[in-house]
């Protein structure tokens, strides 16, 4: 049997092989893509994100087991940003999920950077492409909510869940706060610690704020639900805000749109990386380019002048006026 | 007097002028830049980085405070890696560094993401060479050690202080310990805590596990130190070690190395970005590539496939292979 028709079997050994192809850039990975593109759009795709500490794991492994409750087979991407100096995922907590671990129904898989060509986004992009041909619906993606990697990871989402927590300092609320914008979904997690009722009231009251300057027609309103997920309390009532979403988004036709932009914004990335690529290894053929590399590293001119010298070089400046 | 002339003079307002131009891409900018450009490279460029809560900015104000005891000149760039989301600096308790604001010695400047071209790492780059050429150093960049814009922050700096505070959590302490090789120098702050010894033998054992595995020649053996940064206690001790490192960056070359390598990274992050906005106006202004990019959006073909076609379209292939 192919590849392909065993990942549309959902065959977990084949949908890791493939995951890993297209991590390591082997043609096979893009021809087997190709054939699945079309079997791919329909699971909702979730992003759970917070700052470190929030309890995003237990909660994703809270969410695992009432969509397996509710018959539903569940993709988890977990992604680590802060791999590309350690080499390797750093698990942490998530090893609670193994209970898991020995049921066909759930595909969880870790991401790090190191080794995948492309960035983080576009590997979690493609991980929840084979999830979603597999037929794994809802894909959840587990990020911690700080920095550039974690906006392009959220941007993959049909729905982003933001996780808080009470009591972990006024830094952290910060942080929290500019990520605010991103989120469909807020939870505070571990809601039976002190300081639960103030952060709700912060985050009422950043929601409020946020309401008053956007578009209130067919908006969607952001639900401020509480949980304690290592005792599955408020889980369910998760799940149900996160089904609301998508049942929000297809009547209005964002289900569609959202991955018609996430492809987009996959393609152009890849067309930089492309291109790129390409234009430096010309620039390394070509002596007069490589001089003027040469002065960069030697810092005799700036890097910005370098770049429109061989932007010049490679007639790229005309190209882009005609 | 002309911008590049009263930049040397170090007048603070032209600095922040040109931080200013250089981050929305105004051509003023890059021609003061490139008259500015032999008078940098003398500056110590020092990453501060640690997770959210760690209490950088108090250290950071501590070390502004000892640099100016000794008499040298301190820039400050407080880089805010969330604000894609919120459009704005995350200030937080960075006031507290307000005190230094009437002191013409201290250059602080706060960067956010939104509205700057090229990402975050480049305009703190930018930024970087501004204070250096005005004759501040060192130069300190403050950030959060989480996600890729953190890694690439870090690389622009010759001395790495990572900031790790006890009691903060597994996850926290497993995030540490993934940006535990980018830094030169470990600072446990607040260390008057309960948990502080124990993080004192976690980080020597990973340091010991980290110095196993390298060059042991002429290394440089990163110190472990401990601060209470509100009191400013262990501040001095930091102080010394990051002369040390650049006294041992200065010895072994690695000093001006440094300077080249970003000088080099910065240089194919703007060709990347410069040769892709052309190739994507050509695209826009070419029917059939424009085709291409329409059945993205509908999704009838995976965006892979795209790329491939459209470098085909731009003979770029060809060009790659010549």
């Known amino acids: 049997m192919s590849v392909v028709a065993e990942v549309l079997e959902a065959r977990i050994a084949t949908g890791a092989r493939l995951i890993r192809w297209l991590e390591d850039a082997d043609p096979r990975g893009r021809t087997a ?11 909702q795709v979730i992003g759970v994100t917070g700052p470190p500490g929030a309890g995003k794991s237990t909660l994703v492994d809270g ?22 100096f350690s080499g390797g995922a750093v698990l942490g907590d998530r090893v609670r999920m193994q ?28 991980a929840t ?8 619906d809802p894909v959840l993606i ?78 969607w309103h952001p639900p401020l639900l509480a949980t304690v997920a290592s005792r599955d309390e408020g889980v369910p009532a998760l799940a149900e805000s996160i089904a609301r979403h998508r049942e929000h988004l297809e009547a209005g036709g964002g289900f569609a749109r959202q991955l018609a932009e996430r492809s987009e914004q996959i393609m152009l990335g890849e067309l930089r990386s492309a291109v790129t690529a390409r234009i430096i290894a010309r620039a390394l053929d070509d002596p007069q380019a490589a001089a003027i590399i040469e002065k960069v590293r030697e810092r005799r001119i700036d890097p910005y002048t370098a770049v429109d010298a061989l932007l010049a070089r490679f007639d790229l400046v005309t190209a882009a006026q005609t």
Not at 33 to 43: F, I
Not at 129 to 136: F, P, R, S, T
Not at 184 to 195: C, E, L, M, S, T
């Open 33 to 43: 893509l190709r054939e699945l593109y079309p079997h791919t759009g329909r699971a």
């Open 63 to 84: 969410l695992i087991a009432e969509y397996r409750r509710l018959g539903r087979r569940v993709g988890v991407i977990a992604v680590d940003p802060s791999s590309p």
């Open 99 to 126: 209970r898991h671990a020995a049921d066909a129904g759930v595909f969880i898989r870790s991401m790090a950077t190191r080794g995948q060509l492309g960035g983080l986004a576009r590997s979690t992009f493609d």
């Open 129 to 136: 492409l084979v999830l979603d041909a597999m037929g794994y």
């Open 142 to 219: 587990e990020t911690v909510g700080v920095g550039q990697d974690e906006v392009d990871i959220i941007q993959l989402a049909h729905t982003t869940v933001l996780v808080s927590v009470p009591g972990m300092g006024d830094e952290v609320q910060a942080i929290k706060a500019g990520v605010l914008e991103a989120g469909q979904i807020f939870v505070i997690n571990k809601a039976d610690r002190p300081g639960a009722d103030q952060l709700h009231r912060q985050l009422e009251m950043m929601l409020h704020l946020r309401e008053s300057g956007g578009d209130a027609s067919a908006a």
